[in-house]
């Protein structure tokens, strides 16, 4: 401890006796030099050692020590303060003696002084060289009570106990405490003895109770007694936890040292040959088998404790799991096969001769494998031979696209795992993370492989079309050596490093759309459309499979409920408007739950709920969807173009109006740059044949048009709305209304040709679920018509038009189209040649 001029350097001395005390309190002057100190105090009765350092404090000792040898030592408020004043000092201070004196070569002081009596500082009357102040004595109150011995006792047994726990104090003190009879003398000894800050020191000095001042002593030693044994606790944790360690280490030593002397093997040695046995029986190939071999010559000279020694483990946990040599057998029956997949979906023909055709192709090869083999001489040297597929199937929500592919592993006899890919962003889920990375795994693809526990499962990627990049990564550019047939056969993910066969991955891509999915990616794939239901076919397909599952789900009897062909077409046309049949089984699901608590209500009688068309409203209430075209075409100016969306295709009315003005055109509708030009040019070419239609050609001049295509809310472009488009101002202009059940597409051209579309079946469906009768159809479509199920080539009028002409013909009702087609059968099928939105 330091005061400004004196800097505390030893320890607490003898302490002054009672007697001592008492025969110099007798004789203390009135007025005493005062030597402030710098966090201390010295308290009556206490011994301390002090060094004497400022000049003006050298000059204070040295007149004191040849005067009577008395001072007046008080403490600092601010120990910060280098020149003090009277001011700075409490009021309250201790009358000491010095005892002895030594100085220094560099003319410091050392000097032991006793303290003898508490005193209070009444008035100052010298501030240099040194300050002197008058003192009053300011004798303590000593009660002699039980509490007195009480708090004597308390204090003796916290401060035995600070001893025993802090290292600064040494075990004389407790001798010198236990010898202390006055309980003022103890109370002195122990606080300067105790660590405590200035202010609490000096609270003590300035209180007059002897007991008083020993209650908060108890209080400070009991704070100071709980933080020693708390850092005792934490030490004696720490040092038990590193003696555990080293503990364990040692008796590990000793372990393997037995075990070598009596011939047995350590549990590192024995994971190590464990390990070694599945290498060996895993079947992975030459390069897989030397990179397996040097992580476990890594591994047996690790200690187990070892962070890298658990990267290890796992990394060959990973080499043999995984099927490097496990098949399953395929199903090559193909009349099986193709019962499977009759049982499970209905129609959907092209995809199940797909899938027929890859059986019968690997039937094939794996009857006339001797041939082949023969014939291995001439073969190609550098295209390998490929044993999986990759296909992609692309259409519209609810058409079945993910079911097919369970369906397709249960006919070929294949397990099946499906992989979501919707939203995905980072490479690293295709192809893993490196090993430096902690926490690293192998990417999707692997992990999946590994679960199946087969290296020809049938993997289906979903939503591959909606895969996301970022600063992580484009995880579709991933999939290129995934998809990849001349690639994949030596796959590398990141975290194994070495190269994994997924050639014989029966690999099933889905979509909604191409347009997302990038054209490499796009390349490596076979795509295969699937379009919309039409009413026959999802009529057929909610006998067949939603109501039996909807019921069953529902818990009720089949005998309990009865759909009525005509009930579920009525749920098909005025409840539903949609490509799939996912919005049809949850309506059929809504109808079995209130015949459902109809029957639980009733209890368990054997009373049959029959569904018929009256029922229907009942239980869905008031329909959601109706034939309006015939309806909303009845005034001149509107038309009913077809338009083709990600979830099937869907009609749109195009509505013209005219008002009085200077030859103004107006688009709205949210409409994209390339249906506003389609708009631009269907005007042009109305106004370049007004005479031909029958229209004035001067109105042009004294009236602005209006063209709007309704739900501005939804974005809509392309050039399959021209001919729509032209053929709904030529209605407004002749002031002549449009047939009600006839739709139409096709690109216009300036000069009245109809051009081909994209996106026809389900344009075409699209307009038989909405009750249209006649198509207007540009003449070079006529191939897609083979596509269209036979029920609606029976049922719709086909106009197959090269001219504008053609379609205002059929439009207007003024004479039959000499080109029209209804169930004529052309040539086969193809896709095509691009979609529109419009």
């Known amino acids: ?116 009596e508490r005193v209070r500082l009444t008035e100052f009357t010298q501030r240099d060289p040194y300050m002197r102040a008058r003192i009053a004595p300011a004798p303590e109150v ?76 108890v209080g400070v030693l009991s704070r100071e007694v709980e933080v020693l044994e708390l850092g005792k606790k934490i030490q004696t944790d720490a040092q038990s936890g590193m003696e555990k360690v080293q503990r364990e280490y040692f008796l590990r030593e000793q372990l393997k040292a037995i075990q070598r002397e009596l011939g047995e093997e350590d549990e590192q040695a024995v994971e190590a040959r464990e390990l070694a046995a599945k290498i060996e029986s895993s079947g992975m190939p030459e390069e897989a088998r030397k990179e397996a071999q040097r992580e476990l010559d890594r591994l047996t000279k690790l200690p187990t404790a070892s962070a890298e020694y658990g990267v290890i483990r796992t990394y060959l946990t990973w080499l043999t799991d995984l099927p490097w040599q496990v098949l399953t057998p395929d199903a090559l029956d193909v009349v099986e096969a193709r019962r499977v997949l009759d049982e499970d979906h209905y129609d959907l023909e092209r995809i199940k001769d797909r899938i027929i ?38 259409g519209p929500p609810g058409v079945g696209k993910t079911s097919l592919g369970r369906s397709i592993a249960r006919a070929t006899g294949r397990e099946f795992i499906r992989q979501s890919l919707g939203g995905m962003r980072d490479e690293a889920e295709i192809r893993g993370h490196r090993r430096t990375y902690i926490g690293a795994m192998p990417g999707r693809i692997i992990q999946a492989i590994r679960r199946v526990g087969t ?24 999939l ?14 990141h975290y194994l490093d070495v190269p994994f066969d997924l050639s014989q991955v029966m690999f099933i891509a889905t979509a909604n759309v191409l347009d997302t999915i990038p054209a490499p990616l796009r390349d490596r794939m076979e795509i295969l459309q699937l379009a919309g239901y039409t009413e026959e076919e999802k009529l057929h397909i909610a006998q067949s499979y939603l109501v039996p599952r909807q019921i069953r789900e529902n818990g009720l009897r089949p005998d309990e409920v009865a759909f009525h062909d005509d009930a579920l077409r009525e749920i098909i046309r005025q409840y539903t408007r949609e490509a799939g049949v996912r919005e049809l089984e949850r309506q059929i699901g809504s109808v079995c739950r209130k015949v459902a608590a109809k029957v639980a209500a009733d209890g368990e009688g054997p009373q049959q709920h029959e569904v018929d068309v009256d029922a229907v409203a009942d239980h869905l209430g008031k329909p959601t969807y109706f034939f309006e075209a015939a309806q909303r075409t009845q005034v001149p100016g509107v038309a009913t173009g077809l338009a083709w969306t990600p979830s099937g295709g869907d009609i749109l ?22 249906m506003r030009e389609s708009a631009q040019a269907a005007l042009s070419y109305v106004r370049s044949k007004a005479r031909d239609l029958g229209i004035d050609e001067d109105v042009f001049s004294e009236i602005d048009i209006h063209l709007h295509v309704p739900a501005g809310a939804i974005p809509k472009d392309g050039p399959s709305a021209g001919v729509a488009m032209a053929t709904a101002l030529a209605s407004l202009l002749r002031n002549k209304p449009i047939h009600g059940e006839v739709g139409m597409t096709g690109e216009i051209t300036l000069r009245g040709q109809v051009l081909p579309v994209g ?67 052309e040539k086969p099928a193809e896709q095509p040649d691009g979609v529109a939105s419009g």
Do not use: W
Request: net charge negative; glycine share 6%; with cysteine.
């Open 1 to 116: 401890m330091n005061s400004d001029e004196l800097d505390v350097t030893g320890q607490v001395g003898n302490e002054a006796t009672a007697e001592e005390e008492e025969e110099h309190a007798s004789d203390l002057p009135t007025e005493l030099p005062i030597l402030p100190l710098k966090n201390t105090v010295v308290y009556p009765l206490t011994v301390l050692p002090l060094l004497v350092q400022k000049p003006r404090s050298v000059r204070l000792v040295d007149d004191a020590v040849v005067a009577d040898k008395t001072v007046a030592l008080v403490a600092l408020r601010d120990p910060s303060i280098e020149e003090p004043g009277p001011e700075d000092l409490y009021d309250i201070g201790t009358v000491a003696v010095i005892h002895r004196l030594a100085r220094a070569p560099d003319g410091t002081l050392h000097i032991i002084v006793q303290g003898l």
């Open 142 to 217: 000593v009660e002699e009570t039980v509490e007195i011995e009480a708090l004597r006792r308390s204090t003796l047994e916290l401060f035995r106990r600070l001893v025993e726990l802090a290292a600064y104090l040494p075990e004389e003190v407790v001798s010198g405490a236990l010898e202390a009879e006055d309980p003022r003398q103890l109370a002195y000894m122990v606080a300067t003895s105790t660590r405590m800050d200035l202010t609490v020191r000096q609270e003590i000095l300035a209180m007059d109770s002897v007991a008083e001042k020993m209650r908060r002593l």
């Open 357 to 394: 055709e890859y059986l019968a192709v690997r039937k094939l090869r794996q009857d006339r494998a001797a041939e082949r083999d023969e014939a291995a001489g001439s073969g190609d040297y550098i295209r390998r031979e490929r044993e999986g597929v990759i296909l992609c199937f692309v």
């Open 455 to 478: 290296r020809n499962p049938v993997f289906m990627l979903d939503e591959v079309d909606k895969l996301g990049s970022d600063f992580r990564g484009d995880p579709a550019s991933a």
């Open 480 to 493: 290129l050596e995934v998809l990849d047939p001349e690639q994949n056969r030596e796959f590398r993910d």
């Open 653 to 674: 009315f195009i509505e013209a109006t005219k008002m009085r003005g200077s030859k103004g055109f107006t688009v709205t509708g949210q409409l994209g740059d390339v």
């Open 759 to 825: 996106g026809i079946k389900e344009k075409v469906l699209a307009a038989h679920r909405a009750g249209l009768r006649t198509v207007c159809l540009p003449s070079r479509n006529v191939k897609d018509l083979d596509e269209l199920p036979e029920d609606v080539r029976q049922d719709m009028r086909f106009v197959l038009a090269d001219r504008v002409e053609q379609v205002f013909e059929a439009a207007f009702g003024e004479r039959e189209g000499t080109n029209s087609v209804t169930t004529e059968k």
